[in-house]
């Protein structure tokens, strides 16, 4: 599968974005998908998590509460809404599948990645 994300920009502290995260290939409704992100000097971190059928979601407590993941399967995407944001918030976000129906919270557990869109939030 292929992934091609986008949705990125600037905002200032409190605004909102909605990522998309577009896949090819025929099976996408059989990959557990996420989004990643990695700001500048630090590590990918997880951010949230969609299994195949969408019906459940993860997330990371920094995210809770203020992002949402979501996909449709007829469409072939994945979307990451994200509100409230905070300059901790800016980086480079990745979405990424994984061929199970479960999803996972690691980068390792994702065989599939996007090319990235960036994020940046202004205080």
């Known amino acids: 599968v292929q992934l091609q994300a986008s949705g990125g920009g600037l905002v200032q502290t409190g605004g909102s974005l909605r990522l998309s995260c577009a896949a090819s290939?025929?099976?996408?409704?059989?990959?557990?998908m996420a989004w990643f992100r990695q700001a500048p000097g630090k590590e990918r971190e997880f951010v949230a998590a969609?299994?195949?059928?969408?019906?459940?979601?993860y997330y990371a407590d920094s995210v809770k509460g203020r992002f949402t993941i979501s996909r449709d399967n007829a469409e072939k995407s994945v979307y990451l809404q994200m509100n409230s944001l905070v300059p901790e918030d800016t980086a480079v976000y990745y979405c990424?599948?994984?061929?199970?129906?479960?999803?996972?919270?690691?980068?390792?557990?994702?065989?599939?990645w996007g090319q990235g869109t960036l994020v940046t939030v202004s205080s």
């Open positions: 969609v299994s195949w059928s969408g019906r459940t979601t």
């Open positions: 290939g025929p099976t996408f409704g059989n990959y557990a």
């Open positions: 990424a599948a994984r061929a199970s129906i479960i999803a996972a919270d690691q980068p390792g557990d994702y065989a599939y």
